[in-house]
């Protein structure tokens, strides 16, 4: 530690470690008594569409915590001065495994990178604009940074509710969710539903509201089940916000033969309509792609363009053997739960388990209890 420095001799993992300590032993009773600014903490903490403003908020409370001289207004160390630091590094560095450690319902990803965050270089005070929705989340992170700054809460009692109210939240999910997975425990001679019910659970579920992400768990759910009948098995999937220039991938999906890594099919999910101009992109990843696929599949959620369809279609020769083709994604689901009858529910299992796993900023958690909702209201009318 550098001489007249500040900086707590614990390290950044060890002050988290006993904050989170103290803020269970607090259980349901705040450490701030502070209404306003205890509302605040649980509105940031509690906002389901929106994760930015708590992994903010709790990357400039350690940060203050750990060097008491900084301004938690100031995390970015482009500001200058002796008084900033970079929230990114303690973001990215001391609270990930963290958060992951605790099972946190937190973004698995730096806030720092978000758009209203990633472009800032200046002073965040309670004046300034970030953009995104919803407006309160942000506008409360930023108060609760004036709040610290300005000497009227410590950034430990902060960072000591804000880690409270996450465990509350992580434990009321998981009593949700335990509760309504259990729910659906039925004997071992309960008749399987049928395939036609499945597909009107499929509709219901991608009638949900962001449900982007369903597409693609319904298409890697069919060949994880089917991958011995179709001699195919999908690779390991990316990231919901991942793009495909980052990872190197060809698509939201990337299926290869059984025992070879070679990519033979790609499929790409759209929620709404394929039109020419994605089919010439898909085009320029195909002469990108050594060696040659033989399918660039479109999903799409919404209907498919005839003329759209012919021209993919008319791509056969130019690509010198690789078909581009749509298909409406219940139409997908319907044809192989059909074709692959008495698979139909591990199907349905191997869905539910992937919707499950997925992290909440690309499943989010009322979709899927949504799902299991939706399953189980079918299972009780059968």
Request: aromatic share 6%; with cysteine; glycine share 4%.
């Amino acid at each position: 530690m550098m001489a007249g420095s500040r900086e707590r001799a614990d390290t950044p993992r060890e002050l988290l470690d006993a904050i989170l300590t103290k803020s269970k032993k607090l259980g349901r009773s705040a450490a701030i008594m502070d209404r306003d600014i205890l509302s605040r903490i649980e509105y940031v903490c509690r906002c389901i569409s929106n994760r930015a403003g708590v992994r903010l908020l709790m990357a400039c409370m350690l940060a203050k915590i750990h060097r008491p001289e900084v301004d938690p207004r100031k995390p970015y160390t482009e500001i200058g001065g002796k008084d900033c630091f970079s929230g990114r590094t303690y973001d990215e560095q001391h609270l990930s495994g963290f958060i992951t450690e605790n099972r946190l319902p937190c973004n698995s990803t730096t806030a720092f990178l978000t758009p209203a965050l990633r472009n800032q270089d200046a002073v965040l005070t309670t004046r300034t604009v970030l953009v995104g929705r919803p407006p309160q989340v942000y506008n409360d992170t930023l108060q609760l940074l004036d709040d610290v700054a300005k000497g009227r809460v410590s950034a430990e009692q902060v960072l000591i509710d804000t880690l409270r109210v996450l465990v509350l939240v992580r434990d009321e999910k998981e009593e949700r969710m335990n509760t309504l997975v259990a729910a659906l425990r039925h004997g071992t001679d309960a008749l399987p539903p049928a395939s036609e019910q499945i597909v009107t659970l499929l509709r219901q579920h991608l009638a949900c509201r962001h449900s982007s992400r369903l597409p693609v768990l319904i298409i890697a759910a069919a060949y994880s089940v089917a991958e011995k009948q179709w001699g195919e098995s999908a690779k390991p999937l990316r990231g919901h916000l991942a793009a495909d220039e980052q990872t190197g991938a060809g698509g939201d999906i990337e299926v290869c033969l059984t025992n070879d890594q070679r990519v033979c099919t790609i499929y790409e999910m759209k929620s709404k309509r394929v039109s020419r101009e994605d089919i010439d992109r898909a085009l320029q990843k195909i002469v990108a792609c050594k060696p040659r696929i033989d399918n660039y599949i479109f999903i799409t959620t919404d209907s498919v363009d005839v003329e759209v369809a012919e021209y993919a279609a008319a791509m056969y020769e130019r690509t010198n053997g690789t078909e581009i083709v749509i298909l409406d994604c219940i139409g997908f689901a319907r044809h192989f739960l059909h074709l692959f009858h008495r698979l139909r529910l591990r199907f349905l299992d191997a869905y539910q388990l992937k919707v499950l796993n997925e992290p909440d900023s690309a499943v989010n958690q009322p979709l899927k209890e949504a799902f299991l909702s939706l399953r189980h209201a079918m299972e009780s009318d059968g």
